[in-house]
């Protein structure tokens, strides 16, 4: 069996929660997600499946846009972006987002960048993957403190997107959009059930033992660990030299 | 068209204005932010397409601003705006929270000329019950109860960005960053700062005259080489990460941003 590491397992998740997608924009400085979908799209090529289109935004090689920054915006109000990935500083147990700040607005005490498309791109994209790697309290709180986008919406909002999964550092959710509540389908390799209950401010449903993320199999890890990471590194260079060195040291590890 | 003086750019801008900025990849002018704030500007009401960085949070550091609007403000890889974060903790400024489409549409509507531009999403959200000028209404065209958001036209007074080039004439190259031309459509004035002026027109070749910005919503050209540094220029010079990230550090504290601040005029009056 060959080791894993953390982050790989967290982009293999990605590209399996992105199954089927034909195009999925990812945001500026997002390199697991971007890694995610060029392991998607490299997956596709390999399998005959229909070509898949990434746009990550702030890059000159991987974005199509031509008309500025509200392309974007214009292409999910159409329909025309099938995932998306968003991050939060808090995210609750209804899969509200808080990218604003904790405490009471607008004096923050803390104060973070902002909403940026949240409040937009949440309602229209169709699969939306939350993604943070920090699995704590602080951040999977019961209640968000300021709500940039909302997990649902009441009958009659225009509502055609919003969260599919959430995605941390240490398992794999979905989200039930009819209970408000997310479900716990697998823990990565390494952690528990217990650890996750008490890392998270809210409730969730869970099978009594819930199964473990799955490894990726030989065949996909060669094709994150060559093509991939070889096109990360034009985008992301400082991350895919960081990876690199990392999986060196597993084989290092595994010889010693 | 003449072109001008950087600091004949500054003198157009009036307290109270309402200023225009663009996001940092497009273009921003830095070599205009330390004449701003050598101005003693007040009162500024700073609008970002859609989102700001360093430009806005030193404005906001040197006191030149009273109200922000945009849906961000980050230094990126850097990280936090630090004298936006220390504003926003002491009450030192009002912060009108906003998502990056709807500051998209308030600058379509201006550039129509037309009092509003409906936007999808957004409601049920903290930032739209924070917008009390953002309106719901109901779509007019359906039978069901349909909410839409309504948001007000964006009239800046000012623009000010950075591009590659312009001609005699005061066109401006844009290439594919059009938010740059919604800026200029929306606003009052525009003024631009470029890296260089070319003698040939910049409309006699097509393929060139797709990316320009006409004459026609530009005030004022003035050279500045190397006008976005230490941000990017796009198809010219890359950010300088270690200078963005040293102001990242020292900016926060108001002491740090000061020295900074002397600092970089030092540096600017040893190379003008």
């Known amino acids: ?256 | 068209m003449q072109t001008h003086r950087l600091e004949d750019l500054a003198r157009m801008v009036p307290d109270g204005a309402k200023l225009a900025l663009p996001v940092d990849y497009a273009g921003v002018s830095m070599a205009m932010t330390r004449l701003l704030i050598a101005r003693g500007l007040r009162d500024l009401h700073v609008v970002c397409l859609p989102t700001g960085g360093m430009q806005p949070d030193m404005l906001i550091g040197a006191g030149c601003v009273a109200t922000i609007e945009t849906s961000a403000m980050t230094l990126g890889e850097a990280g936090g705006a630090p004298c936006f974060s220390r504003a926003v903790r002491a009450g030192a400024i009002q912060v009108m929270d906003a998502t990056c489409p709807a500051v998209h549409a308030g600058f379509l509507a201006a550039q129509k000329g037309v009092p509003f531009a409906t936007l999808r999403g957004m409601i049920g959200t903290d930032v739209l019950a924070n917008r009390p000028d953002w309106k719901v209404i109901q779509n007019p065209f359906s039978e069901d109860p349909d909410p839409i958001v309504a948001i007000p036209a964006i009239r800046p007074d000012v623009t000010i960005f950075h591009c590659p080039m312009a001609d005699r004439d005061g066109n401006v190259w844009i290439g594919r960053r059009r938010e740059l031309a919604s800026l200029a459509y929306a606003s009052e004035r525009t003024l631009v700062t470029v890296e260089r002026i070319v003698e040939t027109s910049l409309l006699a070749d097509e393929v060139m005259a797709a990316g320009v910005l006409p004459a026609l919503y530009v005030e004022a050209v003035a050279v500045a080489p190397k006008g976005a540094a230490p941000i990017g220029l796009w198809g010219e010079y890359p950010a300088d990460m270690a200078e963005i990230g040293r102001y990242a550090r020292e900016a926060r504290t108001p002491e740090g941003f000061r020295a900074w601040l002397d600092g970089a005029d030092r540096a600017l009056e040893a190379v003008s």
């Not at chain 1, 846009?65 to 991050?87: K, M, P, V, W």
């Not at chain 1, 699969?127 to 704590?136: C, K, S, Y």
Request: with cysteine; glycine share 10%.
């Open chain 1, 1 to 256: 069996m060959t080791a894993v590491l953390p982050r790989e397992r967290l982009i293999v998740s990605i590209a399996r929660l992105l199954e089927g997608v034909r195009h999925v924009a990812v945001g500026a400085s997002s390199p697991i997600p971007a890694a995610g979908a060029m392991l998607l799209r490299a997956l596709a090529e390999r399998q005959g499946k229909p070509r898949v289109r990434i746009s990550i935004l702030g890059s000159r090689e991987h974005n199509f846009f031509t008309n500025g920054s509200a392309e974007l915006f214009d292409c999910a109000g159409q329909g025309r972006i099938d995932a998306f990935f968003l991050g939060g500083g808090q995210i609750d147990g209804e899969a509200n987002i808080n990218l604003v700040g904790t405490g009471d607005y607008p004096q923050t005490p803390v104060r973070w960048p902002g909403s940026f498309g949240s409040s937009y791109l949440y309602f229209v994209v169709p699969r939306v993957i939350l993604f943070r790697e920090e699995h704590t309290p602080r951040v999977f709180v019961e209640k968000v403190d300021f709500v940039s986008a909302p997990g649902t919406s009441s009958d009659g909002v225009y509502r055609p997107g919003g969260p599919h999964a959430l995605l941390t550092g240490l398992g794999v959710f979905s989200f039930n959009k009819a209970q408000k509540r997310f479900r716990l389908d697998s823990v990565h390799p390494g952690h528990t059930l217990s650890e996750i209950i008490a890392a998270t401010g809210f409730a969730f449903d869970h099978e009594p033992e819930v199964p473990e993320t799955a490894d990726p199999d030989a065949a996909t890890l060669a094709l994150l660990r060559g093509r991939v990471l070889t096109e990360l590194g034009e985008t992301y260079p400082e991350f895919a030299r960081q990876m690199t060195a990392d999986i060196a040291g597993l084989d290092l590890k595994r010889a010693g």
